[in-house]
């Protein structure tokens, strides 16, 4: 007889749950549906075979606790990423490593599998194959990822830096008279919109119009309002392309177009989209998940007048502790394959959790000051790891910068416990972040970003803070 746990046994064709042992009893995950009554959920039967929610407040509270636990099945684990979706989880670094770099056994084309599930899955957006660089292999991959790369390779970060600081100054101009705002909602989901917007090639007007779509997709409340956002982008992405048609300039809609791999009018869309879509959410949660840290911890907080921790530290450490984009990597075996003691299926969906890789190393060491970020897994790793983390790194590390710059004394406006993220498996996302500061008026001239004439928005002089230093709060 054979057993499933070993190599030359046929896998189980159904719930992957089957293909792992169960793990030892230890602390459970809040919620986790294999173990005794939930805080948030009352479970129907406790089945200790159950794959473990990645979905839902108790995994968006404290994630790093379903890690722990999920690491007791070995290097991957069996997980439910929305209902009636399931798929293998890998935790284990080194085992997360051999997938990302066996495009060999690991396919990323979704199509097979993409049958096998709810069509309607909330899901499905992150997992739907398109003809673009996330969901090819080999030479297509190859031939749509030059593009992107020498593409942006075109950009030069000392003109990136300046259309930050625009973004930045943009933005905070809206705000800064307030003396309060919500840094997801007012400033991190919107610098990545505005900086794609003018990195593809449009004028600043049109930027509002990509926000509301966006803005609509991720917060649509019903079908009609995510219908319309959708129609809403797809209109935005048709006018930029048509537009670049009729006249190039120096900007990556005009660079994909031209380049020597010649992608059609689908391949363009699809990979400008991608850029677009791939860039957004984990930008943004880079810059809110960064500047959560540094406003609610007193090295950063120090920093800010002359301190110990800088941006890049912070930055550095949300890489390792809170990855932006935390499970993702999405791969198909093409066949069935027994990976790191586990026997899954052909087709069967199996994502890398980048956070439980990282927390398997003593973060500490990634802290210390002048050491590098090189080997935490939150950009990926292998032929699909993010092509451009040195423009999201000089964008996010500006942003936060010019922030801080302008508002000195920032500081949060609730206790960081209160802080709640946003539900999901695949991304380490804020739903706000509510921060106060000396406002900085429109009146004061010569002392904000937009009436002052020395420095033009798109100067890349850092400004000088203009507002008074405050005692730090009771959070810090
Ligand atoms: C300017 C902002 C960004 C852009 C334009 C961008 C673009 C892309 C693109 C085009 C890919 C697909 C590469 C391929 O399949 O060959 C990708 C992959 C990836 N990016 Fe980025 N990215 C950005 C920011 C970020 C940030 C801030 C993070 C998080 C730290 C991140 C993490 C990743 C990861 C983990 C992958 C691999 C995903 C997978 O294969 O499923 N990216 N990115």
Known sequence: MTSPYQPGAAPSPSCPAQAVPPPQEQAPPPGCPAHGAPQHQAPAQPDAHAPVKLYGPDFAADPHRFYRHLRQYGA???????PDVTAMLVTDYR??????NDDATWSKD????????????????????RPNVFYSDGPAHVRYRDVIVDSFKLVEPHELRARVQHAADTLIQRFGARGEADLIADYARLIPLLMFNSLFGLPDSYSERLIAAIGGMLEGNSPEEAAAANEAFTTYIMELVGSKKGQRGPDLTSWFMDHPNA???????????????????PLANLIGNALSRMLSDDRYYNTLSGGALTVHDAINEVLWNDPPLTNYSAHFPVRDVFFHGTWVRAGQLVMVSYAAANSQFDTTEALAPGSGSGSHLSWAAGPHACPVKRHALLIATTAIERLTAWLSDIELAVDHSELEWRNGAFHRALAALPARFTPISPDQAGATPWHNSDRSPMSSTRPEPTS?????????
């Open 110 to 129: 979704s199509r097979e599998w993409m049958t096998t599930v709810p069509q309607d899955t909330p899901v499905m957006p992150m997992l739907m194959w």
């Open 95 to 100: 085992a997360a490593l051999d997938l990302l």
């Open 76 to 82: 991957l684990a069996p997980v439910e990423i929305a």
């Open 468 to 476: 008074t230093a405050r005692q730090p709060a009771s959070a810090h």
């Open 263 to 281: 992608l059609n009018d689908e391949e363009l869309i699809h990979n400008i989209i991608l850029v677009m879509g791939a860039g957004n959410e």
